[in-house]
């Protein structure tokens, strides 16, 4: 079975499933509202851009460099947003060497593509969403590392990442095109797989 086969990580403030066609709808109205929080985020603004959004997202998957998710509140059956594992790598290990987790198994992922509707950001949701897709990486994968990376500009997220216990690496000068159309300068962050422990301890600290 393929690591990037869909899986649901669930708890008790979210549900993260394996995106789909049928979250287009659902998607839209989360998107609906007040944008004022995705200046520098890209979250599609009409049933057309999500639908290619949702497209894009399960291309990537096939592909076997992604693993796309819709974020749904259990308590009300609503989607929130929606978030994936990108960057998927696949590390070509020497025979016998020490390190490698195990056959097929990731080495390293990128949590991202993150957007939750307003209502709920800055929740426990988000928390929880991070430490199922953390411990997924870490646990069910065996991965040496997880990386999160954001906008610069973004200090609303860049806090956020922080206080996931995530450490900074620094800045990308100049590395893509940016949600608002600029230059984007990208912040990266990182967790390895020494530090899990550590910051799956804070994360249960924060949800309690």
């Known amino acids: 079975?393929?690591?990037?086969?869909?899986?649901?990580?669930?708890?008790?403030?979210?549900?993260?499933?394996p995106l789909g066609l049928h979250h287009v709808e659902p998607l839209l109205a989360a998107a609906t509202g007040s944008r004022a929080t995705f200046g520098y985020t890209f979250?599609?603004?009409?049933?057309?851009?999500?639908?290619?959004?949702?497209?894009?997202?399960?291309?990537?998957?096939?592909?076997?460099?992604?693993?796309?998710?819709?974020?749904?509140?259990?308590?009300?059956?609503?989607?929130?947003?929606?978030?994936?594992?990108?960057?998927?790598?696949f590390w070509p290990w020497p025979d016998g060497n020490p390190h490698q987790r195990g056959a097929h198994l990731p080495d390293v992922v990128e949590i991202g593509w993150t957007w939750y509707a307003p209502d709920v950001q800055r929740s426990g949701l988000n928390t929880e969403a991070k430490q199922l897709l953390l411990t997924h990486a870490f646990e069910t994968w065996r991965v040496h590392c997880v990386r999160l990376q954001t906008d610069a500009r973004n200090d609303r997220s860049r806090?956020?990442?922080?206080?996931?216990?995530?450490?900074?690496?620094?800045?990308?000068?100049?590395?893509?095109?940016?949600?608002?159309?600029?230059v984007r300068h990208t912040a990266v962050y990182s967790i390895l797989d020494a530090e899990w422990p550590a910051v799956k301890a804070r994360l249960q600290s924060l949800l309690r």
């Open 1 to 17: 079975m393929s690591p990037l086969t869909p899986v649901v990580l669930e708890g008790r403030y979210v549900r993260l499933e």
């Open 43 to 89: 979250v599609p603004d009409s049933r057309a851009a999500m639908v290619q959004y949702v497209r894009s997202a399960l291309d990537a998957r096939a592909a076997g460099t992604a693993l796309p998710f819709a974020v749904v509140q259990p308590a009300t059956g609503l989607v929130k947003g929606s978030t994936r594992f990108v960057h998927v790598e």
């Open 159 to 182: 806090q956020a990442i922080l206080r996931l216990g995530a450490a900074f690496d620094g800045v990308i000068r100049g590395q893509r095109l940016a949600a608002d159309g600029a």
